[in-house]
Structures are given as C-alpha cells and as structure tokens.
C-alpha cells in the first residue's frame, strides 16, 4: 500500500488490545492512534484522532455491538469498521452489518489475517473470514432482503453493465478493483452500484452480495 492507514483499536482488554496494537505498529504501512477500552473512549478517540478505520472488539459495546458501530458511523461518516469476535445468532452479525460494518475478523486471527484485514478494508473491500462466508449468506438472505424481497427480486430488471457487476459484489470487490476488471471510470462503477441498490431495495454491498450468491445457488 503506498499511504499509511491510520487505525483506531477499540478493545478493552488491555493486554489483548495492547498486544494487537504492537504487532500492528511493526508494520510501516499501519499507524495506529489510540487505543480506547470503552464506549465513550472510543468516541472520544474517533473524534480526536480522526482514523480511516476503527477495529473494534464487538464485546466492548453492550449486547452485539451494533449500536456503538452506529454510533461510530454516525460521529464519523468515513470511517470503516472492523468487527471483531462475533454474536452467535444470524440476527446479530445482520445488525451489525445494517450498522454499517465494513469487514470481520476473528479475535484469535494471526497478524498476517489482521494486517490483510486491515489493508483490504482500507482498500474499498468488505471483508469476511472464509469459514462464515456461507453461513452468513444464508442468515442475510433469509433476514435482510426477506423472503418477500427474494421473490421480488426475480422480476428486478438489471441492466447488462448491473448484471456484470453483481457478481463482482459477491467476490468481495470494491469499486475501483470493479472499475478495473470491467474498465470502466469509478464514477461509473458507483452510479451502477447505487442503482443496484435501489433497484434490489437494499442498502448495503453486503445484502448485493447476498443476492449474486443466491443466484448463483
């Protein structure tokens, strides 16, 4: 990556959070700002330092997390969360998600997963570990777009250029990396993606990923 990110880790155990912050801190390319072990730090903190993304331990917010990474979002429209750790029921990881989350990782990752992590998000991607991809699939579908909405969408007219970009979505694409595949301008790439979004009557590039797998299903 040719710019440094700057990262804010919202954890509050300390040695967990300090820990991550060193091994993360060894890379030229990672700045990381602050470390916040609560709510309320971690709003302050946003504020003051004024990172491209926050990492954040879902347990530190009470019930899954949602709230504070909307709070997050809504004290920061830029910034990109990074969940870690997970709430055990589909519910929970869609509304954090609809909250506006960016990626996920798991708390006992290796740096080498936080840093691809990191620079994916950093890069415009969203980014899921492998082994939840599927079954959180599953969960969006179901809970997110509905089951009205998954028979609605099959009367959805998308164009040809729309058509193509779906399934970028679903690889986990972002925009400029689509504008490259497809060569076309990245303004382009965001006009389509944004009538994609009001076409399938969802909000989020997850819930259009959601719909390219269970086409391809």
């Known amino acids: 990556m040719g710019e440094r990110v700057s990262l804010l880790v919202v954890e509050d155990n300390r040695l967990l959070g300090e820990g991550i912050a060193a091994a993360l801190r060894k890379h030229p390319d990672v700045q990381v700002m602050a470390i916040a072990r609560s709510p309320d730090a971690a709003l302050t903190e ?3 330092t004024e990172p491209q993304l926050v990492l954040l331990d879902a347990a530190v917010a009470d019930r899954n997390g949602s709230e504070l990474v909307e709070a997050l979002r809504r004290t920061s429209p830029s910034v990109k969360v990074i969940v870690m750790g997970f709430p055990t029921e589909g519910a929970g990881i869609i509304s954090i998600i609809e909250a506006g989350a960016t990626g996920f990782i798991l708390k006992d990752a290796n740096i080498a997963e936080f840093l691809g992590t990191v620079r994916s998000v950093a890069n415009g991607a969203h980014v899921l570990p492998p082994a939840l991809v599927d079954p959180l699939f599953t969960q969006i579908a179901r809970q997110a777009l509905g089951d009205r909405k998954a028979r609605s969408v099959d009367g ?17 694409l972002s925009n400029k990396e689509i504008g490259e595949r497809l060569r076309i301008a990245i303004h382009t790439v965001k006009t389509h993606v944004h009538n994609i979004l009001d076409k399938l009557a969802v909000r989020t590039r997850l819930q259009i990923a959601t719909y390219a797998v269970t086409r391809r299903g």
């Open 46 to 48: 946003l504020q003051k």
């Open 156 to 172: 959805v007219r998308l164009t040809r250029r729309e058509r193509e970009i779906v399934p970028l979505i679903g690889e986990g």
